[in-house]
């Protein structure tokens, strides 16, 4: 009987022992015993949801669980401690010949690095692995802590930067809108190759370290789930309408982004389509889409094709991400941004990013809902011109919703 106590403690000793090597030395996607982490980190996302349910504005919610992420990582640190006091305490058993007490002496020993004993016949062999073992976790997790926060700061670098270029919440049509409107079409190819490599870097660390889907951006109206799939939509809509003037680089950008997406949603066991029919549905009406297509039209966005004949290729590329980001923006409750999909715990609809007034000497003012004829020809991509505008005039997209304050 001693021998299966000492052996259950023995095995509950290196299968913990497992979950901290697998989560905090080795990079790879969580699969196996390693999982044991995503488990922890579904209860206090779940604690912090129900938190956060009194609250009605996106601001207080955003606030409520901004504190889940380190939660997570005490939790996570309080259920190895656990397991490594019940394995100790069955080890100990028959020395102690008494559970209450095997369960103190393994505490005690956990704590004082194995120099202390509680009373009774000691062990100072598992006194002393005792004590190194929750020594040599508190290092692991100590050194672990820049590696993330490292991964979390090349996350929001390029989310700030955004800001400027989609608006607060980002939605991609603002993306290609605001290039026209000041004139640097031309760097959007370099314009997605950061975002290129933003993917793959965000595809390697979320996959390694899942607790990176609980830590939110600095402002509540940043999130880095909506800025992907805002240039992810900006980089569809540009091959869509200009097909052979668009930049190579769009199409790059839009398969690392939605691997990226598919790589993430692998590791929170959701189900993934390896191969989407290009004519498969999507959630986003054609009516949204040719709302944003006249407000690109407006500006003197220049394109090939009207809406209708860009349609089918829009919406073969966003059937590769749509479902994932949707899923994903509600779970990580990113801001309510236009195409961003619903919000199961949000009680109030899309925020449309206010665009401020475009000057500049002499000319014309910009703003998004009365757009005006720009002083100067509109800036065109090599020998292409504008199609002729339809006489039939949808009103601008314009979702309901109260704007973030300051954009």
């Known amino acids: 009987m001693n021998g299966l106590v000492f052996a259950l403690g023995l095995v509950i000793v290196l299968i913990t022992a497992a979950n901290v090597v697998f989560t905090l030395v080795l990079p790879r996607r969580p699969t ?4 044991l982490s995503l488990l922890v980190n579904r209860l206090v ?3 912090f949801l129900a938190v956060s349910r009194a609250a009605r504005r996106y601001e207080v919610k955003d606030a409520l669980l901004a504190p889940a992420a380190p939660m997570a990582l005490l939790g996570q640190l309080a259920v190895w401690l656990g397991f490594f006091v019940a394995g100790y305490a069955f080890m100990l058993e028959p020395t102690t010949h008494g559970f209450s007490g095997a369960f103190i002496q393994a505490a005690v020993s956990l704590f004082s690095v194995g120099t202390e004993h509680a009373g009774g016949p000691p062990n100072r062999t598992l006194d002393i692995a005792a004590g190194a073992t929750w020594a040599v976790v508190v290092t692991l997790q100590i050194a672990y802590l820049p590696s993330l926060y490292d991964a979390f700061n090349r996350r929001e670098a390029l989310v700030a930067m955004l800001e400027s270029r989609a608006g607060l919440p980002a939605w991609g049509p603002e993306v290609l809108a605001r290039h026209q409107l000041v ?3 031309d760097t959007l190819p370099s ?5 290129e490599r933003w993917a793959a870097d965000v595809a390697e660390s979320h996959t390694t370290y899942p607790v990176l889907l609980l830590f939110r951006s600095p402002e509540p109206w940043y999130s880095w789930v909506v800025g992907l799939l805002a240039v992810l939509d900006a980089a569809a809509m540009d091959l869509a309408l200009s097909p052979d003037a668009s ?3 769009a199409r790059l950008c839009l398969r690392m982004g939605f691997t990226a997406l598919n790589r993430i949603a692998k590791t929170l066991k959701w189900y993934v389509d390896p191969d989407p029919s290009p004519e498969g549905p999507i959630t986003l009406t054609f009516e949204e889409f040719e709302q944003a297509v006249h407000m690109l039209q407006q500006i003197g966005y220049p ?5 209708e004949e ?3 290729n829009f919406r073969g590329w966003r059937v590769n991400y749509e479902t994932n980001a949707y899923r994903l923006a509600d779970r990580v409750m990113a801001p309510p941004a236009p195409w961003s999909g619903p919000r199961r715990h949000l009680h109030t609809g899309p925020v449309a990013p206010r665009r401020p007034p475009q000057r500049s000497p002499g000319g014309k003012v910009f703003t998004r809902d009365r757009p005006e004829a720009p002083a100067s020809p509109p800036r065109k991509r090599g020998s292409l011109t504008r199609p002729k505008q339809r006489s039939s005039r949808p009103t601008a997209h314009d979702p309901v919703g109260e704007s973030p304050p300051g954009t």
């Open 183 to 185: 004139g640097i079409i």
């Open 191 to 195: 314009f997605y190759a950061d975002w």
């Open 303 to 307: 394109m090939e094709l009207t809406a």
């Open 310 to 312: 860009a349609w089918p």
């Open 32 to 35: 196996g015993i390693e999982r």
């Open 45 to 47: 996302r779940a604690a």
């Open 247 to 249: 930049s190579s680089q």
